[in-house]
């Protein structure tokens, strides 16, 4: 079945955009952070000031480089663009020396494929220092061009009961099968679209996941990542597979904890309260990209409209990755969470601002 999704113009302006240059002004390192083929590299470029000039570590040339003498490489760079920075975590310290001895805001502009936030190096030695800012794939909002408020007008309670303009059958399952990379949007049929989210897939799993982690038996990430989608929306256990696949618990959430700073997958955990002591203690797991998950599930409009069972927990996953969007550029920052009870009352989307 060919698509009849309408391919996104060339460029959409992006909701973070307005962030990144405010984080700019006061800010000595800001930090893109998020997939490949977001659009990271086509944002910072067209943020950036013509005098700053531009690295990417995906050139094996700028990379040995940088490996060489990561202190030499940026010795003498006032301002800068380095694309792709998990590349090499080295550089990261000395990108710290060089903003200690010349505080001037907004000297690095920075890109990565994997949430480095997350790495004890950088969380200590650049406190204070860097702005992470995240960048997802397109949200439904971005490419519609509308501005993407439901996380303000949800927490002031200004929810329309019905949507102006919905979507529904055919064209719910059409974009929900697309997802939100680009690139794959810009493929005619679904067959492209999904051929080349396969080769996407493989290429992170296996180059992307080297750089940020030492893995034994890298072979075994796509079959997990293939286990995790068949279990997305679920309850998930990590001991259950990973003794499918012949991993401990341990390696398990390891291997779990890669695909997340990948942002390939989120983990939803329960949201509890001290006074709720019924709940079901089991995270759940979803991918940020319905798209990605819809190919790694082997589901195309067609097996859709014939079985309609398997296409709630990709909705689920859908609707979960769009509100997580639209958080990256909300003032708000809400934690998210799944609710159920052993009772098993249920709501798959919490959202717990600062205060509680």
């Known amino acids: 079945m060919n698509s009849h999704l309408s391919p996104p113009p060339t460029f ?5 955009a307005p962030t990144v240059r405010e984080a700019l002004e006061d800010t000595r390192i800001v930090l893109i952070a998020g997939p490949r083929q977001a659009g990271k590299t086509t944002l910072v470029r067209q943020l950036a000031e013509n005098d700053r000039p531009y690295f990417t570590l995906d050139d094996l040339t700028t990379l040995a480089a940088v490996g060489a003498d990561p202190v030499g490489f940026v010795r003498n760079l006032g301002f800068a663009i380095i694309d792709e920075i998990q590349r090499a975590p080295d550089l990261i310290l000395a990108i710290k020396e060089s903003v200690d001895r010349d505080q001037t805001p907004g000297r690095f ?47 002031t309670g ?71 989608a068949e279990q997305a929306g679920q309850l998930t256990n990590h001991s259950s597979y990973g003794s499918a696949l012949g991993l401990s618990d341990v390696t398990a959430r390891k291997y779990v904890s890669i ?78 969470y799944h609710y159920r009870t052993k009772d098993a009352d249920v709501v798959d989307l919490v959202l717990e601002e600062r205060r509680g």
Do not use: C
């Not at 399952?173 to 396969?198: C, D, F, M, N, P």
């Not at 750089?211 to 034994?216: E, N, S, V």
């Open 259 to 336: 695909l997340e700073r990948l942002f390939l997958i989120t983990t939803l955990q329960p949201w509890s309260g001290n006074h709720l002591s019924r709940l079901v203690k089991t995270p759940k797991i979803h991918f940020l990209d319905s798209g990605l998950l819809a190919m790694l599930r082997g589901m195309s409009p067609d097996s859709v409209a014939r079985d309609r069972t398997r296409f709630g927990a990709l909705l689920e996953s859908f609707v979960v990755s769009e509100v997580m969007k639209l958080s990256t550029w909300s003032a708000i920052r809400p934690a998210f």
């Open 12 to 16: 959409i302006p992006r909701a973070i």
């Open 109 to 155: 502009l920075l890109t990565g494929s994997a949430n480095l936030s997350t790495l004890p190096m950088v969380a200590d030695s650049l406190a204070g220092r860097m702005e992470v800012i995240t960048l997802l794939p397109l949200s439904q909002a971005e490419i519609e061009g509308r501005a993407g408020r439901f996380i303000e007008r949800a927490f």
């Open 158 to 228: 200004d929810i329309p009961l019905q949507a102006i303009h919905p979507v529904i059958d055919g064209e719910l399952i059409e974009r929900v099968l697309a997802g939100g990379y680009a690139e794959a949007r810009r493929r005619k049929s679904t067959g492209r679209r999904q051929k080349w989210l396969e080769d996407y897939a493989r290429l992170i799993l296996d180059r992307d996941a080297r750089d940020i982690a030492a893995i034994d038996q890298l072979e075994r990430l796509p079959r997990l990542l293939a286990v995790l």
